[in-house]
């Protein structure tokens, strides 16, 4: 299996609801470095997995929808924790459905296996990773 | 599959017995940068795949019992040779067996998979993954 | 010149004021992950710059004070923008106090300079720099 | 399983036809930061899954017939475009003939699974996984 | 004394003149992950050394110029070996022009010290320092 | 001021003699990544600091008299905590003497100040700087 991984951030306020959060439970934020992992069987003819360049620039675009904001208000969000597992998964769908629509080219029709990493310190991290295929955006 | 993971670390002495480690057949030492990934294929109903702070005070007590120590005087460990392979299993059974006693929350035993690694250089690491099972200790 | 540095991290959230922040003057959040060097020309007795299990504890102390909340709510920061670099200065100055009060130990008083670093993110980060010196923590 | 992983890295000039690459259809180079994870479900009679210092000598060795090299003008890759994900695979296979010829020790049979991966920026990398099989270096 | 870093990088190919480069003699190439930090002893009134963004932007106008690009072919290189030393200079004398030019902003004329680090590879770096003035960009 | 930095590491096992280390009283260990950072004020001829290959294997050589031992037992430290920030400081008369001796070739006659740093883990570290001047190693 091949694959690529590109690498971006974003800055986010929120707050937890439930005990086990403790602390978080305050209106806090956080930094979440973010990698996603995007995976193939074989490589197209050019020698890639998929396009770089389109593979930041929709991650870029999928980041942009949370940067700088307090997810607490984010309506797409409501009613959830924004753990950085959640967050992790609506990532992942935010690409997958990128995917879909062809954001990233053609070729990346082929991507199989998708993996979302949220670096939220240098001690903690959460990631979600699933099969890809065109799907609507549910949970 | 949704993971969390968390890192802690250790600083140990240690000395290995067989020609294959050459140098390191001598009484040295090492830090081991730990982490310690758990996976499970859904979220609780909080949003998370385990209290974070219950398993980072996990992974602290089972390097407690190793940390600033000379492994070679470890009872539990007589007759090993523990390298970081063999360490992370060390550090995988203690996290397991403190997941089946309850010390990270009911939640943590819908855990499926954990992954630890050891990295014991900027060049060098080691892990070992299994399912998570609840068992005894033994090897 | 000796140095020691110790690591920890904090998770805030904060808005600015200001055309030039952008979309930041919304309510956002980061996590710092928070370097502190400690200068002295000279080692104690011991062998050390500090006691680094006490630098360690005044540098939790310090970040505990800003740690999972929002700053546009905390009284001492009030009417200032938490830029990494004002919050940089913020962190000298609470270590400063704690190195005054005599929390690192009485070898502390040796210290001469220190510098204190907030990583906003895997690409960007702030510092402040200074002579330590025993002062109320007013600017 | 279990797996250890090591690190070396090489520095080489190349060139890519098709238009998706944009710029990168020049003449530029990158520095490779490579790792490499090998994999087997139980450990030797030492406690190791391979030699480390034998591991580390074969990546050198690998590295080294591309390393300070314009890639453009090698001849065994004459023809192809030498992308991350293409020199992931080179490198897998390099070090699996190295396993197969017994660079590794006699031990390194047992390996199942290989995982090499190359970081090309701080934000990007690319990584080949498969089964390791004896078998001649063709693609 | 405050300060502000910022990261971004470039990909390039290159060769050496002079027996001390051995096999760098050969023309390969090199990622360069560059950190520029901007220090000066006072914030401005919004409490920042510099507007980040538009020092983000800056710098990656100066890495356009050789991003991308065989060194060996840049006329305003031509007769000098592009080591990491001497490109930390080059990126430095373009940040320095771009603070004259008042690409930073006004704020940026109160920059009095700047540093331009290349990372090479994960176990060599190469930096420059010195004061910004207004001045022209020979060398 | 140009610089070069290099990085290597070592394993190491020792014990502290002092109630301010606590459980470091007991015989443990360290892996410490060491960063040498060498400066001038002027490039030589060729373009750099030093010839990076020379101070790598310098840095290689100094580590070597410490590396995979008990530094309790070895002689020349005798007598003296062999804590990160001592260690750093023997590691600077290390390679001082290494210059002095033109190991490093003649050009790094002109090397004018050297920082070694000693990351003892992912959380700690300690250096030492000073002006580089042929003297004898004493302390």
Redesign the interface.
Known sequence: ?????????M????S?K?Q?????Q????????VDV?LKRPD?DG????V???RA?EALRQVLSEL????LDEVPSLAG???????L??VVFDGMAAAIARGDL?PGAAAIEQMRVTLH???????????RVVARPSSR
Chains 1, 2, 3, 4, 5, 6 share one sequence.
């Open positions: 299996m091949y694959s690529v991984t590109v690498r971006d951030h800055m986010i306020a929120h937890f439930g086990v959060f403790g602390p978080a305050r209106l806090h934020g956080a930094t979440f470095v992992e490589l050019d020698g890639i997995v396009d770089i360049a930041m940067n700088f904001r307090n959830r924790n924004t753990t950085s597992e959640v992790a998964r080219g939220e310190s240098h001690i903690a991290s959460a990631s979600f990773e699933d």
